[in-house]
């Protein structure tokens, strides 16, 4: 709110009226801006705000000053507003209603609407930069002023200096973490660095010395992205699945001992892109890599039920077990149906069926299949 | 006397074809017995598989279930397979039961006969099955066709000849 200036409301030479809107409410940041319901006009060259009674009150920023801007739908009770996010205020702008603001951006909340066309003209004019060709006659600015900041020494100076360090910062993490696309897009950078330099790593494996692939491999950590493993880098086929695998059975030990040692395929799935994050493993590389756990002794199996169901399995989980648990409970209660034997586990429905399903195939249980759903008796047959 | 009913009868999955082989055999096994010992205890000789489905052979009121016109299929082929059962049509919808094969009953009546002395004696048909002399028998009040499916067994052995008299049929033993 602090970008605002004061002025007389009316345009300049090569300045022409884009579009106005009456009934909108201005915001510094998130809070109400301590004035009242105004009309706003969008020239080619400034944002104006004018109070709808007292005309005398009229605000304006050069579009030049917007860095973006952004929808915001209407909510129940809310209009539908656009945040314009905004430079920080140049150290010899003119006084406006604010002296300063914690916030870099503003809001215009539109109540009598018009915030669709007003937003399709703003973009209009933002991408057409028209301002810049046709400049308006600048101000007259007092030489004093402009070199104000220079001659600020002392306490003061330093006062000032931190501030600004603190504006600068405050900005900083705004910019980062208002708006998660944008975030997104500097990880997705991020990776993409990370990437290239191992690849140089890799391409002048013989050109470059051990300290310094070193210090290259370092400089990947300090970024906080470990290089995770990729088609690009472990190449395609089965070198890339067998190193996947690898990495599948480091991550997946945990979960499926917490899990009673068995998952089915798409939990596992789920559990390993969550993970990965940006580095999205397709289902198919995914399986691939799974069939290979027991070619390299991974303490993983990749487990195919009759039904087709696939699920990964701890080594140690033996199957006899299994179905002996399953006999138990079934011997216990006298008859269970796969619901119920899922929720005395703990386990999801399709694995207990799987188990209820396996314990029959051995004979050790027989099916009763009625209206009321399918149950498993003991065998008593 | 009422019919003793097995213990499978009460057990709900006896009711569903069970799918693994082993169970299977014997879930079969015990409703072959049962289905001959129920028609032999009711005296049925023909059976509709639909009424049987309703009938308390097939249709465990008390538990709330019953077994589905396939599974009867498949029990009535094994039981077919033994030589327990004919279908009367294509459709396998009716089927002659015979809870004792023929061989069995010609067995039964050719020892009644021995035991009574009567070889090389002329019966008529409807003398075995409805006189008065064998009305202490098994084979007494046996269907016609029936009877004359175990004669034709004992007839292939050398133990019987089937006439053909005016009024029907006779038999002589040897």
Known sequence: MDRFMWTNGLLEMNETLVIHQRGVRLYDGDDKAKLDVGVVLLSTHRLIWRDQKNHECCICIPLSQIIFFEEQAAGIGKSAKIVIHLHPAPANREPGPYQNSKFSYIKLS???HGQIEFYRRLTEEITQRRWENTPVSQPITPAGLKTGRTRAVGIVGIERKLEEKRKETDKNISEAFEDLSKLMEKAKEMVELSRSIANKIKDKQGDITEDETIRFKSYLLSMGIANPVTRETHGSGTHYHMQLAKQLGDILLAPLEERGGMMALTEVYCLVNRARGMELLSPEDMVNACKLF???????RLRVFDSGVMVVQLQSHSEEEMITSAIDNVSEKGSLT???FAKLLGLSVLLAKERLLLAEKMGHLCRDDSVEGLRFYPNLF | MSFEWPWQYNFPPFFTLQPNADTRQKQLAAWCSLALSYCRHRKLYTVDVLEAQESPMFNNKKIERKLS?????VVFEELRKKGNLEWMDKNKTRCLIMWRRPEEWGKLIYQWVSKNGMVNTVFTLYE???????????FHGLEEWMLLRALQALQADGKAEIITMDDGKGVKFF
Do not use: M, R, Y
């Open chain 2, 69 to 73: 016109v396939e599974a009867i299929q």
């Open chain 1, 110 to 112: 539109f109540k009598e």
């Open chain 1, 294 to 300: 027991e070619s390299l002794k991974l303490p993983l």
């Open chain 2, 128 to 138: 075995l099955s409805n006189g008065d002399d064998t009305e202490s028998e098994e």
């Open chain 1, 338 to 340: 796969a619901e119920e």
